[in-house]
Nanobody, 123 residues
Framework: QVQLVESGGGLVQAGGSLRLSCVVS????????MGWFRQTPGKEREFVAA????????YYADSVKGRFTISRDVAKNTMYLQMNSLKPEDTALYYC????????????????WGQGTQVTVSS
């Protein structure tokens, strides 16, 4: 059974940093794309970043480009999201997910999801 567990969320002031982690069990993700999404109440789940399984290519939403960095440790089956220069609008529940097929930015392309970790940025 595939399981994804996020951690690292919390409360931080604007301009601060957090690093999220996503540990994958039951499946090695070295050959598949992994992504981070976020969601706030009443809004659709939003793409944040992704990293491909083969070449490790990275993709970012325009809103986080230059501030967030996605990475992975294949040996630990763990993905990370380093978030710097955080803004209040980054406040959301952050999810990691494992892509099966489809557009990288589309949540429907991802079959496996974690439970989410809350990030709150105060102004």
């Amino acid at each position: 059974q595939v399981q994804l567990v996020e951690s690292g969320g919390g409360l931080v002031q604007a301009g601060g940093s957090l690093r999220l982690s996503c540990v994958v069990s039951g499946r090695t993700f070295s050959g598949s794309t992994m992504g981070w999404f976020r969601q706030t109440p009443g809004k659709e789940r939003e793409f944040v970043a992704a990293i491909s399984g083969s070449a490790g290519s990275t993709y970012y939403a325009d809103s986080v480009k230059g501030r967030f960095t996605i990475s992975r440790d294949v040996a630990k089956n763990t993905m990370y999201l380093q978030m710097n220069s955080l803004k209040p609008e980054d406040t959301a529940l952050y999810y990691c997910a494992n892509r099966v097929s489809g557009a990288i930015h589309n949540p429907t392309a991802y079959a496996y999801w974690g439970q989410g970790t809350q990030v709150t940025v105060s102004s």
